[in-house]
């Protein structure tokens, strides 16, 4: 009897040494802000597709890309990108199981890009330290307080970073001793590799907006290629530097050429093409998911109102109601 126990334990343990098990990923939404509070009606979508993680993301605001002065919650703000809201929206989703990242980020008026944030002298930019400071202090004071996962320090702000590196390397010395959980910096997709501080986060984090084929609608084997060079080059940073890569944002707009030039939100591209969407987002799927390097990713973006988000005439990053939201239930059933 005692053979056959120790033969069978052999089997069980060959059996389960012969099983890829899968290691859990975070599948992460960018949960966009709203006017009001939100409820446990407008968690269950996001439930529905398995995702583990959302990113909250409380504004400050730039007047123009020379301004030195962030603003923010003010009372012209919606509810959800403002202090309150943050933790209301926090309190909701980690009942439900979703862990949160807390991702401040810069709004500049017009939409203009964050990364072209400029001062035009040294008075100016300690000034913007100081006013970046207090706003990403507060929120950092803010994610410890509500047991966030993860903190994300800021977004696509490239010549902020090149002009005041050593700004920056203190400034994550400040916010370690306000949170304690995992820390990460939101790069933007040709900006990541010069980041200098990636050695004091937890993550390397990138906004994934890849550029993978000119063409109307890519195949999936098409898009497939085109990422081949970026996740070679992701890989030898995660393999330099030892640490896992998170995708800060990701996804593809259902919209005529996507994977062109995926970053743009261009509200003059109206061309819907469900297809482009759908194939874009499963080539990003399959070339980085099953990767030990890789941490995982949040979806740009999700609304909260999941009955009106999205549809099938709809142009934007949404997979809300849409055949690439059934794609990325199933992605992330797998994780």
């Known amino acids: ?107 500049v008026s017009r939409g203009q890009f964050t990364g072209f944030i400029k001062m035009n002298n040294d008075e100016e930019w300690l000034q913007l330290e100081t006013t970046y400071s207090k706003f990403i202090l507060e929120y950092a004071r803010i994610a410890e307080d509500v047991h966030a996962d993860i903190f994300c320090i800021g977004t696509e702000l490239e010549t902020f970073i090149d002009y005041r590196p050593d700004y920056w390397k203190q400034l994550i010395k400040e916010i370690r001793a306000l949170y304690s959980g995992k820390l990460t910096y939101a790069a933007n997709w040709n900006e990541y590799d010069r980041t200098p501080f990636w050695d004091q986060l937890d993550y390397i984090g990138i906004d994934a907006y890849f550029p993978v084929s000119d063409e109307k609608t890519p195949t999936v084997e098409v898009c497939k290629a085109g990422l081949i060079p970026y996740k070679e080059a992701v890989a030898k940073c995660s393999k330099t530097l030892k640490k896992p890569i998170l995708f800060t944002e990701f996804g593809y707009r259902s919209v005529d050429f996507s994977g062109k030039e995926p970053w743009k939100s261009d509200r003059s591209m109206t061309d819907v093409n469900l297809e482009a969407q759908k194939n874009t987002t499963q080539a990003l799927f399959e070339t980085f998911w099953n990767e030990n390097w890789f941490a995982g990713g949040f979806l740009w973006k999700w609304h909260h109102n999941n009955e009106k988000a999205g549809g099938e005439n709809n142009s934007r990053f949404t997979p809300q109601n849409k055949p690439a939201e059934a794609l990325i239930k199933d992605m992330y059933a797998n994780y």
């Not at 098990?21 to 599948?27: D, G, R, S, T, V």
């Not at 398995?50 to 400050?60: K, R």
């Open 1 to 107: 009897m005692r053979i056959f126990l120790v033969f069978a334990s052999c089997l069980l343990l060959a059996s389960c040494s012969m099983t890829s098990i899968k290691p859990l990923k975070i599948n992460g939404v960018s949960f966009v802000a709203s006017r009001d509070s939100i409820n446990n009606s407008h968690v269950n979508p996001i439930i529905n597709i398995h995702a583990n993680y959302a990113a909250l993301m409380p504004f400050g605001f730039i007047k123009d890309l020379e301004h030195p002065e962030v603003r923010y919650n003010s009372n012209r703000q919606w509810f959800g990108e403002t202090r309150v809201g943050v933790k209301q929206y926090v309190d909701v989703l980690k009942n439900k199981g979703i862990k949160v990242m807390v991702k401040p980020q810069i709004w």
